[in-house]
């Protein structure tokens, strides 16, 4: 939720201290809630300022400037790691969802392409498995393939 303005807040003090509207009527006017005008009064008497109080910061990121260096080498190392590879080659106690945040935020996107349906005109490759009901070869995934990219456009 936004802070009210520096500004709103002066005229509602200012006319509070008139004292020629109720606070009802006041709340109606600017725009705001009586309880907001309750705080706002307390808040100049106890610390003599009606200013915002400064917003909280949540807790620090875990991906530090060091560990984002390390990410981008390990990308540019191997730019199709998946983020599970990467993680596990990262060795730090965060998520893969903290990681594939940092690699947007540095600008680099993952290029995800998954196994859809079949055309419809014609089959997009051919059966590799021989009749029978046997396996495809463990070596090539079936499910999807993914790369990192960087977002960044060339020159």
């Avoid at 191997?78 to 690699?103: I, K, N, W, Y």
Wanted: charged share 25%.
């Amino acid at each position: 939720m936004k802070t009210y303005s520096y500004d709103l807040r002066e005229r509602v003090v200012r006319a509070c201290d008139a004292g020629t509207h109720s606070r009802q009527a006041l709340a109606q006017l600017f725009g705001v809630s009586t309880a907001w005008i309750r705080r706002l009064l307390q808040r100049r008497r106890e610390t003599g300022s009606f200013a915002a109080k400064p917003r909280g910061g949540g807790p620090a990121t875990k991906m530090t400037p060091e560990r984002c260096t390390r990410l981008l080498g390990l990308v540019s190392e191997q730019p199709d790691a998946t983020l599970a590879e990467l993680h596990g080659r990262l060795g730090v106690a965060v998520h893969r969802s903290t990681l594939a945040r940092t690699l947007v935020r540095l600008g680099w996107t993952v290029k995800k392409k998954s196994c859809g349906r079949p055309n419809r005109i014609a089959p997009t490759s051919a059966i590799s498995a021989p009749a029978g009901g046997a396996e495809p070869a463990a070596s090539i995934r079936t499910a999807s393939s993914s790369s990192m990219r960087s977002g960044r456009t060339r020159p």
